[in-house]
């Protein structure tokens, strides 16, 4: 995709999508293949998480809500963030697992809204989807508004 972009029009687009056009347009083969191999070793990972859990909850994101002036977050918990997908990387890994996954409100921290992230085991959507369900009944948060 970032290919057919032509390059004369590479100047509308933010610098983060222009480094990551030329990060993957620099990647070759054994780039790829090796990172098709990590992928399928971490599915493969977590995965085998589903012998004991049925679902795995985690923060949607490392960060509550930022300024929306500010791209993204440059540090999360003191540590700094290679590039502008660090600060949700948390989003990125389960999405390489190829595992169902949706994000529902988790409440507010300082009148920011956070998510819960829940992660269902591959093939498990349904499931997934009225876990999702019942947790929103029990915990009506998208109906709140908070005091701005």
Same mark, same amino acid.
């Given at each position: 995709?970032?290919?057919?972009?032509?390059?004369?029009?590479?100047?509308?687009?933010?610098?983060?999508?222009?480094?990551?056009?030329?990060?993957?347009?620099?990647?070759?083969?054994?780039?790829?293949?090796?990172?098709?191999?990590?992928?399928?070793?971490?599915?493969?990972?977590?995965?085998?998480? =589903?012998?004991?859990?049925?679902?795995?909850?985690?923060?949607?994101?490392?960060?509550?809500?930022?300024?929306?002036?500010?791209? =993204?977050?440059?540090?999360?918990?003191?540590?700094?963030?290679?590039?502008?997908?660090?600060?949700?990387?948390?989003?990125?890994?389960?999405?390489?697992?190829?595992?169902?996954?949706?994000?529902?409100?988790?409440? =507010?921290?300082?009148?920011?809204?956070?998510?819960?992230?829940?992660?269902?085991?591959?093939?498990?959507?349904?499931?997934?989807?009225?876990?999702?369900?019942?947790?929103?009944?029990?915990?009506?948060?998208?109906?709140?508004?908070?005091?701005?």
């Amino acid at each position: 995709v970032a290919a057919d972009i032509p390059a004369d029009r590479h100047h509308e687009l933010k610098d983060t999508i222009r480094e990551n056009m030329a990060y993957g347009l620099a990647l070759n083969v054994d780039d790829i293949m090796e990172m098709e191999r990590l992928r399928v070793r971490l599915r493969e990972s977590v995965v085998e998480l =589903f012998d004991r859990v049925d679902v795995l909850a985690l923060p949607t994101t490392q960060v509550l809500p930022f300024p929306a002036d500010q791209e =993204f977050p440059t540090e999360v918990a003191g540590q700094a963030m290679p590039d502008y997908l660090g600060w949700m990387m948390s989003c990125c890994v389960i999405t390489a697992t190829e595992c169902p996954v949706i994000s529902i409100p988790a409440g =507010f921290h300082d009148g920011l809204p956070a998510g819960l992230q829940l992660v269902g085991r591959p093939g498990a959507d349904r499931e997934l989807l009225e876990m999702a369900a019942a947790m929103e009944a029990a915990r009506p948060y998208h109906h709140l508004t908070p005091e701005l």
